[in-house]
């Protein structure tokens, strides 16, 4: 008898757990209500800058073009964007971006949008220097996630840098 009361018991026991444990398909319903942003390419205007800016030709444009995946329930998103130094060959090959940070909302039906911005050299030494494009924000912030560049690559800019 005693058996028996301690396989009713256990029965219960693991049938009160499995109330508390959320079914797996309701954790992929509340991610599916959650969309994304992505940076998916980084271009130029020429990848070749001038220190001379004496010269029309000495700067250029470098554009971020950005991804987004809506789910049913999210609303649009205001995307923040900056880009920064990521490295330079030799040390010390210095470009200046104009403005550092943009911000643009990605209105439905869109998917994409680009960035602009203005690329000069700014330091005294020549070579080549790498940008690299960053996600800073998104909002509604509950309703989006960040997803990083797919190749990192895809993020980056390179720029040749001479007199």
Not at 20 to 36: D, L, S
Not at 61 to 66: E, G, K, R, S
Not at 67 to 85: K, N, Q, W
Request: hydrophobic letters at 40%; glycine letters at 8%.
């Amino acid at each position: 008898m005693t058996g028996a009361w301690d396989r009713m018991i256990m029965g219960l026991v693991v049938l009160a757990a499995a109330q508390m444990i959320p079914p797996v398909g309701m954790a992929v319903a509340q991610n599916a209500r959650r969309g994304y942003v992505q940076i998916t390419t980084v271009g130029a205007s020429t990848t070749h800058l001038l220190l001379d800016h004496n010269r029309p030709d000495a700067c250029g444009t470098t554009t971020v073009q950005v991804f987004v995946l809506r789910s049913e329930l999210a609303s649009d998103p205001t995307v923040t964007i900056s880009i920064s130094e990521y490295s330079s060959r030799p040390p010390g090959v210095i470009i200046g971006v104009i403005p550092e940070k943009q911000s643009n909302k990605i209105t439905y039906p869109s998917t994409l949008t680009t960035f602009t911005f203005r690329v000069c050299a700014t330091g005294t030494v020549t070579g080549t220097a790498t940008l690299i494009a960053i996600v800073d924000s998104v909002g509604p912030g509950p309703e989006y996630d960040i997803h990083e560049p797919d190749p990192d690559e895809s993020g980056r800019g390179t720029f040749t840098v001479a007199q």
